[in-house]
């Protein structure tokens, strides 16, 4: 569980974004698109879920993006090249569904545009015709968008102000794609609020449309069941029934009042932990 390299992705206006490689080759050669890991950085550490945004199974191992949002985020960040994590379990989750030769739009923001790198990935793998859109407040706090070329037909960036890309949200480009072409499946992962808008939108226009959720998680196998979420009326546990949910079955308003349960208690314990 060594560090095998570090990268600080975004640092700008408070944003911080980093990207770490770890040694862990048992997860490296079984993860696929869609799956996480969860980790402790410390022995009496929180456990928490991240992304597997990547891989390289002959090195034996796996990338990881992460923005600093809390205490945790903030301590994995202080750790160098050379240092072990105290542990990490993985992959969990189920595996992106992938479709074979039919047309799919990815849409993403923020953190979760490294999200959707593997996915891309496998899409083209797959024949699929890749149509890309991904968004940030501004050019600074932009991810992955090399990388993405090189895996999309066709690459859409919007930002909030306009200082790269398109002015707007990617829900303007995707209304726009949706309303002069059809798309089989639509893909996306980012902040709530923006897959909400994302499957808002493609209902109206009828299609199939796959978000990866992010609620609260503690230990990631489905014991604890803080992580539930409703789908179709039903209660399921992201880590073990997802986290890919379809869009159109998501209870949108209960996933972000339960985002949102322990915001002040850990803005509290990161104050505390600064003195």
Not at 137 to 162: H, P, Q, V, Y
Not at 203 to 213: F, N, R
Request: with cysteine.
């Amino acid at each position: 569980m060594k560090i095998l390299s570090k990268k600080i992705l975004v640092d700008y206006e408070g944003v911080k974004i980093n990207q770490i490689s770890v040694y862990a080759p048992e997860i490296a050669s079984k993860a696929k698109p869609g799956q996480f890991v969860v980790l402790m950085v410390e022995e009496c550490g929180e456990r928490i879920p991240l992304t597997i945004a990547g891989k390289d199974k002959q090195k034996g191992q796996i990338n990881i993006v992460f923005q600093e949002a809390g205490y945790t985020t903030r301590l994995l960040s202080q750790k160098n090249v050379g240092d072990s994590l105290y542990s990490i379990i993985g992959p969990l989750g189920h595996s992106t569904e992938i479709p074979d030769n039919k047309k799919v739009m990815l849409i993403a923001g923020g953190v979760g545009i490294a999200e959707i790198f593997p996915v891309s990935e496998k899409m083209k793998e797959k024949r699929n015709t890749v149509i890309t859109i991904i968004g940030a407040r501004n050019k600074n706090m932009l991810i992955f968008e090399n990388e993405l070329k090189n895996t999309s037909d066709r690459l859409f960036i919007a930002t909030d102000d306009g200082s790269y890309g398109e002015k707007g949200f990617t829900s303007t480009i995707a209304e726009r794609l949706l309303k002069n072409e059809r798309f089989d499946l639509v893909y996306a992962v980012g902040p709530i609020p923006m897959m909400e808008v994302i499957s808002n939108l493609t209902k109206k226009y009828s299609v199939k449309t796959i978000v990866s959720l992010n609620p609260l998680m503690v230990d990631g196998t489905g014991m604890c069941g803080c992580c539930r979420v409703t789908i179709n009326g039903e209660v399921k546990f992201a880590c073990i029934d997802g986290p890919e949910f379809d869009a159109h079955q998501v209870d949108w308003a209960e996933l972000k009042q339960r985002n949102k349960m322990y915001l002040d208690k850990e803005k509290h314990i990161c104050n505390l932990r600064k003195l």
